[in-house]
């Protein structure tokens, strides 16, 4: 492993706890059972679903990864606009979003899909067909990575990052956003679409959920089991202004902007909570 792979300091016994409402073992295992169908139906229909024309196979992604997310239990609020403007419905777009859970990736299918970047780590993972894979311990790697992206991007794909690197547990300061994804936006000329992922529970007062908190050494299993049995677990997904192409005068400026808009719309949220 390369000392240049980001990392963060959120651990499964300091941050991934649930102290709201909790479900019975039974629906909770009912609950496991469903979201782990859903995912494996969609993966074998993934080669028939490829065939289809763009419209269509998003319709049919948005419909299974809402499903993904509420079948574990989850409920799913989506704030802002995620369409672009009809004239731009087949552009392509970076989407970039903070990272906290495997559950990010169904999540942001089910609003802004696309060809998701993920660690090579995970080849073997149920996936969405056209996942992009990133060798992080490889840098010579990187700048191929890098071109694939903006292909992806200049053919009209939508490409999702998570470019913390790493997943954070969501109550405090995330990661840095890495800048090299954002090269590919530049290269292809491609609008950057922000968004901010939040998991809340269903206490007053408390904005985030450990629960869903998948970080370091946390085994899969584990964390399955910790969202099945959070009672009133709340995905939400806000989808923040798009950055246009070109209004930026490199990759690391765009990707400070992205940032501090993920970052600003969190603050903006802990204060309107506090202030509730």
Known sequence: MSVWLPTAPCTPHTCAGHT?????????????????????????????VLLLGQAPRDRLIRWWAYGVVRAFGVRVRVIGRPQPPAGEAHAGALVVANHISWLDIPLVAAVLPGRMLAKSEIRRWPALGGTLFVERDRLRALPATVRDIAGALRGGSRVVVFPEGSTW??????????????QAALDAHVDVRPVRITYRTARPGEPTAGAAAFVGDDPLTASLWRVVTAAGLTAEIRVLPPIPAGTLPGRRALARAAQTAVASDSAKRSAESVHH
Request: hydrophobic letters at 50%; charged letters at 10%.
């Open 169 to 182: 547990c969501g109550r405090g300061t995330g990661g840095r956003f890495r800048p090299a994804a954002f």
């Open 20 to 48: 709201g409402p909790v479900r019975g073992r039974l629906p909770a295992s009912a609950l496991l059972v469903a979201g782990c169908i859903f995912v494996l139906v969609g993966v074998v229909c993934v080669p028939a």
